[in-house]
């Protein structure tokens, strides 16, 4: 299954730190790559250092309009999953999820254009109550992918975390292939 993500709006204050971790979660829960409309050019800086060191291809696109890009996704096969506090239950809607081949996720940072709930093939719920972008991304991305996301291989890292029980374990190489 290959998964993007597209983070949509911005709020007034510059929430960059959201942004990031929105970013962080998609590239370490098996995202492939990020599409938003924020254009910061350190996010893309910051990814791009964890790229190195952790390894992997995580990719992070700057675009104009979310719109263009859920119709491309959407011509190209991709189905549209929103997450919204107002959607389907996710425990109803991840088997449907599952089967599907190629999925663009799609959360807001605050009120989204209503538009979004008809282009969207799943608006999902993360329950019904409000709480962040972050957490909804992650919570779906687990679901979907039941856990099989923490055993995929990041090529090219130089840093990698033996997990252990106690203290740290990290491989450290020091040139990419
Ligand atoms: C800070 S919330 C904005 C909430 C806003 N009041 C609204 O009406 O959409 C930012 C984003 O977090 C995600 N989100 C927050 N709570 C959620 C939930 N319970 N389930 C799914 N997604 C959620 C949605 O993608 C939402 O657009």
Redesign the pocket.
Known sequence: MKIEVVR??QRLLRDDRVTTHVALVARGFGAERIYMTEINPEIKETVGKINNVWGGNFEIEFIEKWKTVVKKKKEEGFKIV??????EA?SVAQEKIRDEENLLV???????PREIYELADYN??????????????AV?LDRIQEGDQFEKEFPNARRKIIPTKNGKNVQVRETRD
């Not at 999902?124 to 991304?137: D, F, K, T, W, Y």
């Open positions: 949509i709006g929103h997450l919204s506090m107002y959607g996710i799609v959360v807001g940072a605050e009120k989204v999902v719920g993360v329950g019904s109550q409000p709480h962040s972008e972050i957490s909804a991304l779906l």
